[in-house]
């Protein structure tokens, strides 16, 4: 059993590619793409829920590890795009932190909301109105039948 194990192990890596798929400079940098992903979701999402320390962390982690991918041998480019995409995506969440929290973001977002529910609210208003003159005019039909 473990002379057919070992023969398994030396066919796979004498084959290049397959010697690849199977060792940590692939799988690190696949399981590692999580971050960039759900970091490029996030923009989709409210800046109100961004931790701008998280951000940052995350953003010198990347940086740091995009020049580890670099240092090691052999080179691990992979790693290094993965590390580079996150690094773009973190540091478009720290823009959108900045962008909410110190440069106005915030009142501008709580300006229009309360905008759109003062709109809704005079529609609102408006189609109650309709209503209570209907019924006013069907009451009085009434009384006076």
Known sequence: MAA???ALNAKIRSQPVLNYVFSTH???PVSNFGIPIAAIADTKKDPEIISGKMTAALTVYSATFM???MAVTPKN???FACHFLNTGAQLT???RYLQYWN???REKALEAKAQSTLSETRKEAENLAEEGK???VRAKDKVLK
């Open 77 to 79: 480019y992979l790693l």
């Open 103 to 105: 440069y106005g973001g």
């Open 4 to 6: 057919a194990i070992s």
């Open 93 to 95: 969440q720290g823009y």
């Open 67 to 69: 020049r580890y991918s």
């Open 26 to 28: 692939f799988w690190g």
């Open 134 to 136: 209907d019924l006013l």
